[in-house]
């Protein structure tokens, strides 16, 4: 059974004009279920953010926003069957028919869309709330080089995270150093000499959760 404060807030959502959508701020103290969920994406690739199911029958209303003053904003009004988009890029719109299963597709993703989302259903049944945490993973590029000095040089450029370099034959005479990056990647170099070695090729092998690199480096003809 619905209580009368419910249906108060329900019936303000129905009549609710449709120019006053970006001010609603839907009341998270009416709220019946909340759900957490976490996302791991690669750049480039396709989030699916889902949010509580609700009936089509009892289906009033769901939003989703990005935790930021300035993020998008993406709403669906099934009684207008209506979609109102917010400071919401073409990359982001309804996975499927919001009225069915209102989930968020980001396509493709990139390293701004990182961050916190929620999803609030707003049904004659109650209020739902799902809230997911999006990670976007950086395939770092790799480049195997050398120098004059006879040192192999592997470099992990502008990844995330920062990627694991370990050499095969493995060395103790091998050193690291790495650089941040404003944007939150991580470019790892690895140097390893082979001044008086009778080492024919180096190996350099890079792991990664996009993606895990081989590249190796003949050594006789330098």
């Known amino acids: 059974?619905?209580?009368?404060?419910?249906?108060?807030?329900?019936?303000?959502?129905?009549?609710?004009?449709?120019?006053?959508?970006?001010?609603?701020?839907?009341?998270?103290?009416?709220?019946?279920?909340?759900?957490?969920?976490?996302?791991?994406?690669?750049?480039?690739?396709?989030a699916v953010l889902s949010c509580p199911y609700v009936s089509k029958v009892s289906l009033l209303m769901v939003t989703w926003k990005k935790k930021c003053s300035t993020c998008c904003?993406?709403?669906?009004?099934?009684?207008?069957?209506?979609?109102?988009?917010?400071?919401?890029?073409?990359?982001?719109?309804?996975?499927?028919?919001?009225?069915?299963?209102?989930?968020?597709?980001?396509?493709?993703v990139n390293l701004g869309d990182e961050g916190n989302y929620t999803c609030e259903v707003v049904s004659s049944a109650g209020n739902f709330l799902s809230f997911?945490?999006?990670?976007?993973?950086?395939?770092?590029?790799?480049?195997?080089?050398?120098?004059?000095?006879?040192?192999?040089?592997c470099q992990a450029s502008a990844g995330k995270?920062?990627?694991?370099?370990?050499?095969?034959?493995?060395?103790?005479h091998s050193t690291e150093e790495e650089v941040h990056h404003p944007n939150g990647t991580v470019t790892r170099v690895s140097y390893l000499g082979w001044v008086n070695s009778m080492l024919s090729n180096v190996t350099c092998l890079v792991?990664?959760?996009a993606k895990n690199q081989i590249m190796s480096l003949d050594l006789s003809c330098k």
């Open 132 to 153: 997911s945490s999006l990670t976007v993973i950086v395939n770092p590029t790799v480049t195997l080089t050398y120098d004059k000095t006879r040192v192999a040089v």
């Open 73 to 108: 904003s993406l709403a669906y009004r099934r009684d207008h069957n209506e979609t109102r988009k917010l400071k919401c890029s073409e990359r982001m719109m309804w996975k499927y028919s919001p009225d069915s299963d209102p989930a968020l597709r980001i396509y493709p």
């Open 1 to 46: 059974m619905i209580s009368g404060r419910k249906k108060i807030y329900i019936r303000s959502i129905l009549h609710m004009p449709r120019e006053l959508w970006h001010q609603v701020i839907l009341g998270f103290h009416l709220v019946t279920g909340a759900s957490y969920n976490t996302v791991s994406v690669k750049a480039g690739d396709e």
């Open 161 to 172: 995270p920062a990627a694991e370099i370990s050499w095969i034959p493995a060395s103790n």
């Open 207 to 209: 792991t990664h959760p």
